[in-house]
T-cell receptor
Framework: AQSVTQLDSHVSVSEGTPVLLRCNYS??????LFWYVQHPNKGLQLLLK??????LVKGINGFEAEFKKSETSFHLTKPSAHMSDAAEYFCVVRIGGKLIFGQGTELSVKP | NAGVTQTPKFRVLKTGQSMTLLCAQD?????MYWYRQDPGMGLRLIHY???????AKGEVPDGYNVSRLKKQNFLLGLESAAPSQTSVYFC???????????????FGAGTRLSVL
């Protein structure tokens, strides 16, 4: 069975400190993996995607994620958090034409 | 660019009432999807369509019906709303996955539905 697990339901960081949002997946196939962000009362926006090219993927707004097959992980990072990063983040695995979403991680950024 | 447009943005229903959510995309995408988002559960796929005139069940299809009469529109219907259907509904579309690496789903802004 294919699934994706986000290890933290809520992460709180101070502005200017690093962000780490953890995601593990299980898939019988070589997965396509994504991170989406959802700001309050907004739709979902694609942050970045991994599709079997480079294992380190750079996205928008300074975010990046590293695909580690040995650890079945696709953690999202950012060197320095900004107040505007406060949002909910979803790790997603794609199987065929369908997306399977993680439970979401709410990121809070303190001044 | 409009992208994916959902109407309405908000709706309150009484138990037993019916309604239709409309999703429209202007990107000529073949695939369209309806998801529901509930706290702590991420997004779950309700129904999807791989082209005009086709529909298929997703993870949580019970209590919902869909239609794809036109390529650009994907309708989600609730025939008899229940409180358990209180949720935020998202529509998405994507191009035909002949090149899976480019098959990104684009999402609408969501519809917040409350069933009393």
């Amino acid at each position: 069975a294919q699934s994706v697990t986000q290890l933290d339901s809520h992460v709180s960081v101070s502005e200017g400190t690093p962000v780490l949002l953890r995601c593990n997946y299980s898939s019988s196939y070589s997965p396509s993996l994504f991170w989406y962000v959802q700001h309050p009362n907004k739709g979902l926006q694609l942050l970045l995607k991994y599709t079997s090219a480079a294992t380190l993927v750079k996205g928008i707004n300074g975010f990046e994620a590293e695909f580690k097959k040995s650890e079945t992980s696709f953690h999202l990072t950012k060197p320095s958090a900004h107040m505007s990063d406060a949002a909910e983040y979803f790790c997603v695995v794609r199987i065929g034409g369908k997306l399977i979403f993680g439970q979401g991680t709410e990121l809070s950024v303190k001044p | 660019n409009a992208g994916v447009t959902q109407t309405p943005k908000f709706r309150v229903l009484k138990t037993g009432q019916s309604m239709t959510l409309l999703c429209a995309q202007d990107m000529n995408h073949e695939y369209m999807y309806w998801y529901r988002q509930d706290p702590g559960m991420g997004l779950r796929l309700i129904h999807y369509s791989v082209g005009e005139g086709t529909t298929a069940k997703g993870e949580v299809p019970d209590g919902y019906n869909v239609s794809r009469l036109k390529k650009q529109n994907f309708l989600l219907g609730l025939e008899s709303a229940a409180p358990s259907q209180t949720s935020v509904y998202f529509c998405a579309s994507s191009s035909f996955p002949g090149q899976l690496a480019k098959n990104i789903q684009y999402f609408g802004a969501g519809t917040r539905l409350s069933v009393l």
